[in-house]
């Protein structure tokens, strides 16, 4: 009977593990980094002690937020670039499903302590980037994606349109986002309507902020 019962409790921790870094997530998103990890347990329904039982410190969770979040979002990408169909649709298809995996949490990865040379998120990072790159170039070969876009304004764009307004509960994002997102897929089409401003950004530009 031990065994089964330490094995039950296991799968319990796993679970309350889960929980606690979705529930950052969210809330990351809603409210920034900085969140009380207080708010954090109380999304996730556990106490304190559970958190600080699964993470070291507040670094660690948000840590694993990025780490879940960008494993979300490379899913996401190669799910769209193995459909076949439209290369455009694919690549609006990628856009809704990332929005809702909320990236605005990926704010934690540009704070000062955060170890962006550690294999696990180089690894992630170097899979995400090729997912959505690859999605890209499909559209730009198609003629349909404007050149002068790149990977780091997708996600930027993703992540403030999927992010509730300061002040509003997440039910009005929520009834808007998929508008405003289309608004800005609209906005990718080529023949392009205008001339951007500035150049694409990349990824290393979104990290070298803390440079």
């Known amino acids: 009977m031990t065994a089964p019962r330490k094995a039950g409790m296991r799968a319990d921790a796993s679970r309350n593990r889960e929980r606690i870094v ?116 499909r559209a730009r070969r198609s003629g349909q994606l404007r050149p002068d876009v790149a990977l780091g304004d997708l996600m930027v764009a993703i992540a403030q349109l999927s992010r509730p307004l300061a002040g509003t509960g997440c039910d009005f994002v929520e009834r808007y986002a998929r508008r405003h997102l289309q608004l800005f897929v609209d906005g990718l089409h080529n023949p392009a309507r205008s001339v951007l401003p500035g150049v694409p950004v990349t990824m290393e530009d979104l990290e070298r902020r803390n440079t």
């Open 22 to 137: 979705e529930a950052a997530r969210e809330v990351i998103g809603e409210f920034g980094p900085d969140v009380p990890l207080d708010t954090i347990a109380h999304r996730a329904g556990v106490g304190n002690a559970t958190v600080y039982r699964h993470f070291d410190n507040r670094a660690e969770l948000l840590r694993q937020v990025v780490l879940h979040t960008m494993t979300r979002v490379a899913e996401r990408a190669e799910v769209a670039l193995d459909a076949d169909g439209d290369p455009f649709e694919a690549l609006r298809a990628f856009i809704y499903d990332a929005a809702e995996e909320g990236p605005s949490a990926l704010c934690s990865m540009i704070m000062e302590d955060f170890d962006k040379s550690a294999p696990d998120f180089v690894a992630i990072r170097r899979r995400v980037e090729d997912a959505i790159n690859a999605l890209m170039e």
